[in-house]
């Protein structure tokens, strides 16, 4: 199944330039065939083209389908961007095949990278929407300060990943409580600082480790949040 975006089409009933051109010049659909339509936002529309064009392919909605999310809960990553903006980059498309509400670009002490391409990061999350057939765009956030995220996240379980062993921590996988809403943070290459460590921890932040293994800022983030997902699933196939 191919998937189009486009984020208001009951009110333009016209789809986005990119769209557009993948539908009739890659594709090289024509007036009268269908396709699927995705808002972002949880609906799947059944379309029929009417009015195929390179930069504004016009259509009408047949059929509405809502398309929920396949987890209940809020998960949220909230991580440091590595230096080389590819990792971000690359982190952003396989957390929203995974499944993520809320991506938050962390600016920490130690942050090699201070800026990001916000509206890049949101296009690769829509390409990666409609490859795994998701209808649901996670939120991508600007690029935040670390103080500032933690004062705003407010999910029922807060959890920080760091390494400095001096630091008590205990294995994620051991803390989560599959079910509720959880988010975590993760550093940067060379970790959170201590002073960030302490105010995580002061704020209700559960310390924790993602196991012996040293992993990349992009992998940990990957790793913690398909953790919650295996949990979860694992949850669900015991109740049932």
Request: glycine content about 4%.
């Amino acid at each position: 199944m191919i998937q189009f975006y486009s984020p208001d089409i009951l009110q333009s009933g016209t789809l986005p330039e990119s769209d557009s051109r993948h539908c009739s010049k890659v594709l090289r659909m024509k007036a009268g065939d269908s396709i699927e339509v995705i808002d972002g936002k949880g609906h799947r529309y059944t379309c029929v083209i009417d009015d195929p064009h390179p930069k504004h392919t016009i259509v009408h909605v047949t059929a509405t389908e809502t398309i929920p999310l396949s987890w209940q809960q809020e998960i949220i990553v909230a991580v440091a961007p590595s230096k080389h903006m590819d990792r971000m980059e690359w982190l952003v498309e396989k957390l929203t095949e995974i499944g993520v509400n809320r991506i938050i670009p962390l600016l920490c002490a130690r942050s090699e990278r201070k800026e990001i391409n916000t509206e890049r990061l949101e296009k690769i999350a829509v390409s990666a929407m409609k490859q795994s057939l998701k209808a649901v765009l996670p939120v991508i956030e600007p690029m935040t300060p670390f103080k500032q995220a933690i004062a705003a996240i407010a999910t029922e379980q807060k959890f920080i990943a760091y390494c400095d062993r001096t630091i008590p921590r205990r294995l994620l996988a051991g803390e989560y409580i599959p079910g509720k809403s959880a988010s975590i943070l993760i550093g940067p290459e060379g970790d959170f600082s201590p002073e960030e460590i302490k105010l995580a921890l002061d704020s209700s932040f559960a310390p924790v480790s993602l196991g012996n293994n040293r992993l990349r800022t992009e992998t940990a983030a990957l790793s913690a949040c398909d953790t919650f997902h295996i949990l979860d699933m694992a949850h669900a196939q015991d109740i049932n």
